[in-house]
């Protein structure tokens, strides 16, 4: 079975700080990896995924993941912060065994940022 | 244009009404799936497909059914719906020549049983 926990359902910064979110997974198996992002009233939009290959991913909006297999673990990072970051950041896995259809989320992180 | 697409987006209702949730998408996959979305609880698996004639139960499939009218429609019902049946719906598909499974998501029904 695969689980995803996501450490603080609500982080708080302030414009220009680092943002972190942080993830922890569970897998038997290999683990695809990745961060969806929710804007207010609106879906979920892929923000990067981690399949195969370099461990540091980059995605959208200057927001960047690393898998560390040692530590079961698919952080979140973004040097500087924007308002229009805020919004709920959700970690999900998928594996490459035979149950890879099945996309596990954890129960999300809202992230407010202040002026 | 939007690849996935949901509707209705908004929906009241009252308990014991039956509720049908629409879902088209153009993206051309074979795999839909319909989630629900409740606060602090992340998103569940109600039903999946993996092709028209292929459907499965996810985790959270007491109370709704869904039909799989073509590659390109997935409906999710309510056949009596419950307050607790109030959440924010989300419909998405996947490519199953893509293994990772990355899922598109359509702009969700939030729907509201009184």
């Known amino acids: 079975a695969q689980s995803v926990t996501q450490l603080g359902s609500h982080v708080s910064v302030s414009e220009g700080a680092l943002v972190l979110l942080r993830c922890n997974y569970s897998?038997?198996?290999?683990?695809?990896l990745f961060w969806y992002v929710q804007y207010p009233n609106q879906g979920l939009q892929l923000l990067l995924k981690y399949t195969t290959g370099a461990t540091l991913v980059k995605g959208i909006n200057g927001f960047e993941a690393e898998f560390k297999k040692s530590e079961t673990s698919f952080h979140l990072t973004k040097p500087s912060a924007h308002m229009s970051d805020a919004a709920e950041y959700f970690c999900a896995v998928s594996n490459s065994g035979g149950s890879n259809y099945k996309l596990t989320f954890g129960k999300g992180t809202l992230l407010t940022v202040n002026p | 244009d939007a690849d996935v697409t949901q509707t209705p987006r908004n929906r009241i209702t009252k308990t014991g009404k039956r509720i049908m949730l629409e879902c088209s998408q153009t993206?051309?996959?074979?795999?839909m799936y319909w989630y629900r979305q409740d606060p602090g609880l992340g998103l569940r698996l109600i039903y999946y497909?993996?092709?028209?004639?292929?459907?499965n139960k996810g985790e959270i499939s007491d109370g709704y059914s869904v039909s799989r009218q073509a590659q390109a429609k997935f409906s999710l019902s309510l056949e009596s719906a419950i307050p607790n049946q109030t959440a924010l719906y989300f419909c998405?598909?996947?490519?199953?020549?893509?293994?990772?499974?990355?899922?598109?998501f359509g702009p969700g029904t939030r729907l509201t049983v009184l």
């Open positions: 497909s993996f092709d028209v004639k292929d459907i």
């Open positions: 897998s038997s198996v290999p683990p695809y």
């Open positions: 998405a598909t996947s490519d199953p020549g893509q293994a990772n499974n990355e899922q598109f």
């Open positions: 993206k051309g996959h074979d795999r």
